[in-house]
């Protein structure tokens, strides 16, 4: 496998969606109301937001990565909460105005737009390197300064934060030579 350096990357933006509500006896919901339901609908319709395409990042995505509410199987959630992360390809106000309004439909939740990574396009010019865009978020945005900035390293996104995440020891390797040669390229 090469290894690849990521020159475009596309833009993150996490977000918090909570709802609090009237706890009450699962017997008896007509005295509360369920912040658990009430989040399920407001994630049903964050799902059917048309996210924007673009021909070099492909397509935005969207990933409800937690869910978590209520106290125990007889009783109406007092409170749910989802964190939420959007990969935008494109359009990234775009994007905040169809959120708004497909949670804006909810009165009984809350959205915090908690950050996001802005779009990078990262210098690539070394010899012996190969790149290609990638769709996921990097911290390099968050540096200061005027340096160069890069971003390299061995194995594959493709297979990161699942159960077989792994890196081949011939990558790691590979990737100590490249490393340096990258150290030195920086130091001129």
Known sequence: MLLKSIPPLCIRRNIDLTIHSDQSHSGYPHLGKSATLLLFDALNDLRGVELPVSDLLGPSTLNIGKI?????????????????????ARDVEGIKAAVRGAIDKH??????????????????????????PMAYGTDIPR??????KVLYGPGSIQVAHG???YILVSELM???????????????
Request: proline share 3%.
């Open 107 to 132: 009165p009984d939740v809350d959205v915090d737009f908690k950050f996001q990574y802005p779009e990078m396009l990262l210098e690539w010019e070394f010899e012996g390197f190969e790149a290609e």
């Open 143 to 148: 540096l200061k300064g005027d340096h160069r």
């Open 68 to 88: 978590e509410g209520g106290a125990g199987y007889n009783i109406l959630a007092a409170e749910a909460k989802a964190l939420c992360s959007i990969r935008v």
């Open 163 to 165: 159960k077989d995440e």
């Open 174 to 188: 590979e990737s100590i030579e490249k490393y340096k040669t990258l150290i030195l390229e920086l130091l001129k």
